[in-house]
């Protein structure tokens, strides 16, 4: 046979590429990015470690879990003290006399103890923890996820985001709890024996009470303005909103910088432990006990000073169907109200006894909060 159709009839010799050195490499390569991405950007995508996402709803309910947790264990420790802040706020008529001493603090919390017991000074405390629960779960929450979009890189780390990522959460939490508050702050308010309120009656009771409709209106407008309804359990609720602004926001600013500056190289062989395995790569190790808990009562100090005039007018507010004639009275009317009683003082009136609590309070929220995290695998 001719060698011509010889070799058309075989098939081609197989031909070996001299470039496969340079597409495993390249293969290489793009597999390293795309681990790197999965390690480095642990905030958008899965990494290969099995880390979920903070989109994902198994990073949300362990978030909401942790936050929730660390909320009603913070109520917990500060809780007699809470309830003679209340009690101090409010004016009430049996214990206005001690407000403004630590002595008085105490002479309060004897009378309530020697009157009521020691369910005395946790009167009102199972509807903080219906209400904190949720409260603590959505800000935390919110605050992660709300700072996933709002800081999204190393490089938008600035004060500035992290005061309005913080002051969006603690609104966001607000908005959903906020008549649970009402509630917990009128158990607290009652001091006579006879009156032990439940939770239902005490809803009976609020959704009920009536108001004198507004000073000049007519007989038309008389009419038709609401007397009770679903709005009495919003009473103070605009200064919530304006006080929870700088209270939220200056307590997650502190606390991450506090804990910025605890991890400084000069001090952190002494402030952070190890950083756990599973941790995302650009989540900074754990600190210390000692170091968390410090920067969670800074944060506390810092915050509860700057918001403290805003929440002793929303106390007023929120008693204002169990006080008075019932007219709901607007902000600058309560602050009216109050700078005539007292004067500036008036305005934090019972702050000291807020350091005590919320310097605490702050501090074991922040801890079990980044506790609960590592405890959940986030």
């Excluded at 309060?108 to 103890?113: F, K, L, N, R």
């Excluded at 966001?172 to 009656?201: G, H, I, N, Q």
């Excluded at 600013?253 to 941790?279: A, I």
């Excluded at 305005?347 to 807020?354: A, E, M």
Aim: net charge positive.
């Amino acid at each position: 046979m001719p060698s011509a159709l010889l070799n058309n009839a075989l098939p081609p010799p197989p031909t070996i590429s001299t470039d496969k050195p340079r597409a495993m490499d390249e293969v290489q390569r793009r597999g390293v990015a795309i681990n790197a991405a999965s390690t480095d950007n642990g905030d958008a995508i899965v990494s290969n470690k099995g880390k979920a996402h903070k989109q994902s709803f198994d990073y949300i309910w362990r978030t909401g879990v942790a936050g929730g947790l660390a909320g009603c264990a913070a109520k917990t420790l500060v809780a007699p003290l809470d309830r003679v802040k209340i009690l101090f706020q409010a004016r009430n008529p049996l214990f206005a006399k001690y407000a403004g001493s630590w002595f008085g603090v105490i002479t309060a919390m004897s009378d309530i103890y020697k009157e009521d017991g020691t369910r005395g000074l946790f009167r009102g405390h199972s509807a903080t923890l219906l209400r904190i629960f949720p409260y603590a779960a959505i800000k935390f929450l919110a605050y992660e996820q709300i700072r996933a979009v709002i800081i999204h890189s190393p490089q938008h780390e600035t004060p500035f985001r992290r005061l309005i990522s913080g002051s969006l959460a603690g609104v966001t939490s607000v908005f959903f709890t906020y008549p649970l508050e009402v509630m917990r702050v009128r158990l607290a308010f009652e001091t006579k024996r006879d009156s032990r309120s439940s939770l239902s009656s005490i809803c009976k009771r609020i959704y009920n009470e009536s108001r004198p409709p507004p000073a000049g209106a007519s007989s038309t407008i008389s009419k038709v303005t609401p007397r009770s309804g679903l709005s009495n359990f919003y009473r103070g609720f605009s200064a919530t909103m304006m006080g929870m602004l700088p209270y939220a926001g200056m307590s997650f600013l502190t606390h991450d910088t506090v804990g910025d500056l605890l991890r400084h190289p000069l001090v952190s062989k002494h402030t952070m432990l190890p950083k756990p395995p599973q941790s995302p790569k650009n989540k900074p190790p754990p600190l210390r006990s000692w170091a968390e808990l410090l920067a969670g009562g800074i944060a506390g100090l810092v915050s509860q000073t700057s918001a403290y005039p805003f929440e002793v007018i929303r106390r007023r507010m929120q008693v204002g169907g169990a006080v008075g004639d019932g007219h709901r009275l607007r902000i600058s009317e309560t602050a009216k109200m109050i700078l005539k009683e007292r004067g500036v003082p008036g305005f934090f009136i019972g702050l000291t006894i807020g350091y005590v609590k919320v310097v605490p309070m702050v501090a074991v929220s922040f801890y079990v909060y980044e506790r609960g995290k590592l405890w959940l695998g986030i």
